[in-house]
C-alpha cells in the first residue's frame, strides 16, 4: 500500500527555521516525483514545487523560489521542506504529494500525505 | 502564468447532478485532474486525464474537457459529496503545476 507519512504539526516563532518531512512506504520511492502543496488557512491549494527523489532534481514555483528549500533523502525513502527563517505569512497546511509519470512531464497527485499545520505566531 | 478559474460554489439537491467548471486558455490541449477535499482532510484525486477515475472512485464522477472549458459533473449527488472540488493541470510551457480556484460544493 502506497504511503505518504508527514511529520507533526509545528509552532514556531517569526525568524525561527523549520524543516518537515514526508516518508513514502509501499513503492520505490526513487522513481517518483514528489511535490509539496500549500494551504493557507481557508484557501486553495498552491503548488509549490517538486523533487526526484532519484537524483534530487528539483523545480520550484516562482512564488516559492527562494523562500522554501525542496530536498530528500532517498537512504530513508523521505523527502523534506525547510525554512531559514520563518514568517507569519508562512502559517499554513502543507501536504506532500507523489507524481504520476507522463509522457512529457509528471502529470497528477495520486497519493497524499495527511499534511503538515505549521503556525508561526510571536 | 496560466490561470485556472472554477466558480467560487455550486449548490445541488440530492439525487441531482452538479456540473463544476475550469476555466483557461486552451485548456482542451492540456490534461486537466481534479480533486476532492472534504473539511480538515487532504486532497483526494477523483478524475485524472480529463475523464479517468482511479479505483474506488464511484462511477458519478466523471469529466470533460474542450475548448476553454474542464467540467467535473457530479451525477446522482449524495451528502457525502460535500467538498471542495479543485481542477489541476500542467503547464508545458512554464514547466509548473496550476491548481484552481477551488469550489465548494454544498448539498441542499
Known amino acids: 500500500e502506497v504511503q505518504l507519512v508527514q511529520s507533526g504539526a509545528e509552532v514556531k516563532k517569526p525568524g525561527e527555521s523549520l524543516k518537515i518531512s514526508c516518508k513514502g512506504s509501499?513503492?520505490?520511492?526513487?522513481?517518483?516525483?514528489i511535490g509539496w502543496v500549500r494551504q493557507m488557512p481557508g484557501k486553495g491549494l498552491e503548488w509549490m514545487g517538486i523533487?526526484?527523489?532519484?537524483?534530487?532534481?528539483?523545480r520550484y514555483s516562482p512564488s516559492f523560489q527562494g523562500q522554501v528549500t525542496i530536498s530528500a533523502d532517498k537512504s530513508i525513502s523521505t523527502a523534506y521542506l525547510q525554512w531559514s527563517s520563518l514568517k507569519a505569512s508562512d502559517t499554513a497546511m502543507y501536504y506532500c504529494?507523489?507524481?504520476?509519470?507522463?509522457?512529457?512531464?509528471?502529470?497528477?497527485?495520486?497519493?497524499w500525505g495527511q499534511g503538515t499545520l505549521v503556525t508561526v505566531s510571536s | 502564468s496560466y490561470v485556472l478559474t472554477q466558480p467560487p460554489s455550486v449548490s445541488v439537491a440530492p439525487g441531482q447532478t452538479a456540473r463544476i467548471t475550469c476555466g483557461g486558455n486552451?485548456?482542451?490541449?492540456?490534461?486537466v485532474h481534479w480533486y476532492q477535499q472534504k473539511p480538515g482532510q487532504a486532497p483526494v484525486l477523483v478524475v485524472y486525464d480529463d475523464s479517468d477515475r482511479p479505483s474506488g472512485i464511484p462511477e458519478r464522477f466523471s469529466g470533460s474537457n474542450s475548448g476553454n472549458t474542464a467540467t467535473l459533473t457530479i451525477s446522482r449527488v449524495e451528502a457525502g459529496d460535500e467538498a471542495d472540488y479543485y481542477c489541476?493541470?500542467?503547464?508545458?510551457?512554464?514547466?509548473?503545476?496550476?491548481f484552481g480556484t477551488g469550489t465548494k460544493v454544498t448539498v441542499l
Open positions: 509501499g513503492y520505490s520511492f526513487t522513481s517518483y516525483w
Open positions: 504529494a507523489r507524481l504520476v509519470p507522463g509522457p512529457a512531464a509528471p502529470t497528477w497527485f495520486d497519493y
Open positions: 523533487i526526484y527523489p532519484g537524483d534530487s532534481d528539483t
Open positions: 486552451n485548456i482542451g490541449s492540456k490534461s
Open positions: 489541476q493541470v500542467w503547464d508545458s510551457s512554464s514547466d509548473h503545476y496550476v
